[in-house]
C-alpha cells in the first residue's frame, strides 16, 4: 500500500487556513515520497453532536473539488454517526490512519481534537508512531480565520470580506428553475436558482456577483430574499445576468458574490422598482468593469 500524508478536518469552505494544511502536506509528502490523503466528515459533526443544523460554505462536491484544486491527491468524506462519534481516539487512529491510508504522517489545525468526547490529540498519533504536524491559525483582521467565522460573514452579508478569509469569492450553486417571470415583463428577467436546504446564504439583500454558465462569464445583480414589492414570502435566489439573453433553464449556474449592495425593499409599485434596479444594474457594471473571472473584485 502507498504511503499517505493525512490532513484531517471538517475542511468546510476550503479556506486560507485549511490551504496553509494542505501546503504544509505537499511538502512533507514530497519528502516522503507519499500520496496527500485529506479525511473530512459529513454530516457535519455538530449536527449529531448537539443537533444543531449547520448551513455549509459549499457542498460536500464542491469541498473535494477545492481540497483537490488545493494538493489533495485523494478525498475521503466519512459519514458522522454515533458509531463514528462513539469511537476512540485509538480506534479511529488504527482503523483509519493506519489500516485504510498507511498514514506516516498526519496534519492537523492548531486546536483539532478527535474520537469520542473529543478526547483524542495530536499527541496521541504522533505516540502511535506517525509523524505529526500541528499549523497554527490564519490570521485575518486581528482575529483567527475559521469556518464559523466565515459563515457569520456570510450571513451579515458581508461577502467581500469573506473572500478574503476563503481566498475566492462565497459561491451559491443551483439549478435554473422557472419562478413567476415577473421580471421579463419590465425588461429585468432573472434566473431563480434551486439551492440546497443545507447550503448557507447571505442575508437578504442585493448583490453584486460574477455569474458562470458552462465557460460564460457575466455581470450579475442578485437578489437574496422574498420578493417584498409582490407580497412575496418565500426566501429565494434571483439573477439577473447582465447582457445575457440565453434559453437557461435546467442549466446550472454558478453566482460568485463580490459586493453586498443595498437590503431588500418593499417598493410603492412596478416604476419605483424599475427605477432601483436600473441603479443596481449601473453599480454592478460599475464595480464589475473590464475582464470578468470567478475571482473578479470590485475595483
Request: aromatic share 6%.
Amino acid at each position: 500500500m502507498s504511503k499517505s500524508v493525512v490532513v484531517l478536518g471538517v475542511l468546510d469552505g476550503v479556506h486560507l487556513g485549511h490551504q496553509a494544511l494542505l501546503t504544509v502536506a505537499a511538502d512533507i509528502a514530497a519528502d516522503l515520497d507519499a500520496k496527500v490523503v485529506v479525511v473530512s466528515f459529513d454530516p457535519h459533526p455538530s449536527v449529531v453532536l448537539q443537533k444543531a443544523e449547520v448551513e455549509l460554505i459549499c457542498s460536500v462536491a464542491e469541498r473535494k473539488e477545492l481540497l483537490i484544486q488545493h494538493g489533495a491527491d485523494r478525498v475521503e468524506i466519512l459519514e458522522f454517526n454515533l458509531g463514528r462519534m462513539h469511537q476512540s481516539p485509538t480506534e479511529f487512529i488504527h482503523e483509519i490512519l493506519l489500516e485504510k491510508w498507511n498514514a506516516v504522517a498526519v496534519v492537523v489545525g492548531e486546536g483539532y481534537r478527535f474520537g469520542y468526547k473529543a478526547q483524542g490529540t495530536p499527541a496521541d498519533i504522533k505516540l502511535a508512531g506517525i509523524e505529526t504536524t500541528v499549523v497554527a491559525h490564519k490570521e485575518f483582521n486581528g482575529g483567527r480565520i475559521s469556518s464559523t467565522r466565515i459563515r457569520q460573514a456570510i450571513k451579515n452579508g458581508e461577502v467581500a470580506e469573506a473572500a478574503l478569509m476563503l481566498g475566492r469569492p462565497f459561491t451559491l450553486v443551483g439549478e435554473i428553475v422557472h419562478g413567476d417571470k415577473r421580471g421579463r415583463e419590465f425588461g429585468y428577467p432573472t434566473a431563480n436558482l434551486n439551492i440546497a436546504v443545507t447550503q448557507l446564504k447571505p442575508k437578504p439583500g442585493v448583490y453584486a456577483a460574477v455569474a458562470q454558465l458552462d465557460d460564460q462569464l457575466f455581470r450579475a445583480a442578485v437578489s437574496v430574499g422574498a420578493n417584498l414589492t409582490f407580497g412575496g414570502i418565500e426566501p429565494r435566489v434571483e439573477a439577473y445576468l447582465l447582457d445575457a439573453e440565453l434559453d437557461i433553464y435546467g442549466r446550472l449556474l454558478t453566482l460568485s458574490f463580490v459586493e453586498y449592495l443595498r437590503p431588500m425593499q418593499a417598493f410603492d409599485g412596478v416604476t419605483a422598482l424599475i427605477a432601483q434596479m436600473d441603479q443596481d444594474v449601473a453599480r454592478v457594471r460599475q464595480l464589475l468593469t473590464g475582464s470578468l473571472s470567478p475571482d473578479s473584485n470590485r475595483n
